[in-house]
């Protein structure tokens, strides 16, 4: 069965600072990743994913994530960190190919501190 | 162009009640499903579909029954409501086109079941 892992239930960062948000994966086959963010009271919304191609993709917000085939992760990176870029962020994974579902992560809180 | 849809916003109910919570898209989208969100749980899959008339179960499909008549709306139907099924669901949908593939969430449904 395929999995998200979040270690962390909460990154403090310093406004202006880099931010880094794990995230883990267990797939079969090739994965598609995805990171979205969820402001308090919202739905989803999507940040970047990795379909194929540079290990490195960047997205909305100035955010980025970065593929690691080896670790099987996909951390979200951002170089300085806002006080609005504090919101909820969720990793989710699918295996690649036809149609397979989605599943995501717990969710990781990001609160940037002025 | 509205996007994914949801109805209700806000429903309260009582044990043993049924109702139906509405989704509908109008991106023509292959790929439907029903997630709850639950405070240190993360996104849950209840139920996805892959086009008309195909549906599947996720991790916790257990009192809900779901059908997808057109492409466009996919109802997730609680057919003997309980205090565990409190929480807020959230209906997304997405195209499967591989690197042009996201999936757009619907405003969510916060449920009370009393």
């Known amino acids: 069965a395929q999995s998200v892992a979040q270690p962390e239930d909460q990154v403090n960062v310093a406004e202006g600072n880099p931010l880094t948000v794990k995230c883990t994966y267990s797939v079969s086959g090739n994965p598609y990743l995805f990171w979205y963010v969820q402001y308090p009271n919202r739905g989803l919304q999507f940040l970047l994913k990795y379909i194929t191609g540079d290990n490195l993709v960047k997205g909305s917000y100035g955010f980025e994530a970065e593929f690691n085939k080896s670790q099987t992760s996909f951390h979200l990176k951002k170089p300085s960190a806002l006080v609005s870029d504090s919101a909820l962020y969720f990793c989710?994974?699918?295996?690649?190919?036809?149609?397979?579902?989605?599943?995501f992560g717990i969710g990781t809180k990001l609160q940037v501190i002025p | 162009n509205a996007g994914v849809t949801q109805t209700p916003k806000f429903q309260v109910l009582k044990t043993g009640q049924s109702m139906t919570l509405q989704c509908a898209q109008d991106m023509n989208h292959e790929y439907m499903s029903w997630y709850r969100q639950d405070p240190g749980m993360g996104l849950r899959l209840i139920h996805y579909s892959v086009g008309a008339g195909i549906t599947d179960q996720g991790e916790v499909p257990n009192g809900y029954n779901v059908s997808r008549s057109t492409t466009e709306d996919f109802p997730l139907r609680l057919l003997s409501a309980a205090p565990s099924q409190t929480s807020v669901y959230f209906c997304a949908s997405s195209n499967l086109a591989g690197e042009e593939e996201t999936q757009y969430f619907g405003p969510g449904t916060r449920l009370l079941v009393l």
């Open positions: 989710a994974v699918r295996g690649a190919g036809g149609y397979q579902k989605v599943t």
